[in-house]
């Protein structure tokens, strides 16, 4: 089945450690995109890809670093300098299209809820 | 910045139309607006998106003004499993998908 994959569920991390989340797709979409959310607040963009080996910072990119080596991967580091790290992280991606040339819908992963301590 | 507006909540009865309005007074002529849904701790789903011309699919109805200024989320008759955050948005030309606060809707027995 085609879709979009984040890995893990919940990960709990040490203050001061640096965590990569895993977001991989085979649904042959171009573009992908991650987000932060905190409780009660809607999602927050942190970086986009819109194509492999190009990304551009979102709205909230401080303490964040993305790669985007493999069209179908577009994994996201939590790094240290990021001050409050813990929330729940979302991956998207999404393809264009003739019908939709400034892309289309976005399909999302479950989310990966991260902890630290 | 989102260039949307949405009321932060609604309710409505089970069983009746849901109509989640939303304002995006500085939408450009080629942007979209799209609407996603987001169900407790999941991620967001699309449900419809639009240009200019109502749209419908099997989830909902989109109803977008002549001046594109605003438009109107119909869920024609809601059910218990659609309480959830609707988000309005509009895509920006740079890539950016961004999402604002959305509204909660809460379908009541």
């Known amino acids: 089945d085609g879709g979009i994959t984040q890995s893990p569920k919940y990960l709990f991390r040490k203050e001061g450690q640096n965590v990569t989340l895993s977001c991989e797709q085979n649904l042959n979409h171009d573009a992908m995109y991650w987000y932060r959310q905190d409780p009660g607040q809607g999602l927050r963009l942190i970086y986009y890809?819109?194509?492999?080996?190009?990304?551009q910072k979102g709205d909230i990119a401080e303490g964040y670093s993305v790669s985007r080596e493999k069209k179908e991967s577009f994994p996201l580091t939590v790094t240290s300098a990021q001050k409050n790290p813990t929330a729940f992280y979302l991956c998207?991606?999404?393809?264009?299209?003739?019908?939709?040339?400034?892309?289309?819908?976005?399909?999302f992963g479950q989310g990966t809820r991260l902890t630290v301590v | 910045d989102a260039k949307t507006t949405q009321p932060p909540s609604m309710d409505c009865a089970e069983g009746r139309a849901a109509n989640l309005p939303c304002n995006h007074s500085?939408?450009?002529?080629?942007?979209?607006v799209y609407w996603y849904r987001q169900i407790h701790s999941q991620g967001p789903q699309y449900i419809i998106h639009?240009?200019?011309n109502n749209e419908t699919n099997e989830m909902a109805s989109l109803i977008i003004t002549e001046d594109r200024k605003s438009s109107t989320l119909i869920l024609p008759h809601a059910t218990l499993r659609d309480t959830a955050v609707y988000y309005c948005?509009?895509?920006?030309?740079?890539?950016?998908?961004?999402f604002g606060q959305g509204t909660e809707l809460s379908v009541k027995p």
């Open positions: 500085t939408i450009s002529g080629n942007e979209y």
């Open positions: 890809s819109q194509i492999v080996n190009d990304f």
């Open positions: 639009g240009l200019k």
């Open positions: 998207a991606s999404s393809i264009r299209s003739i019908r939709d040339p400034w892309g289309t819908e976005a399909f």
């Open positions: 948005i509009v895509y920006n030309q740079g890539g950016k998908l961004i």
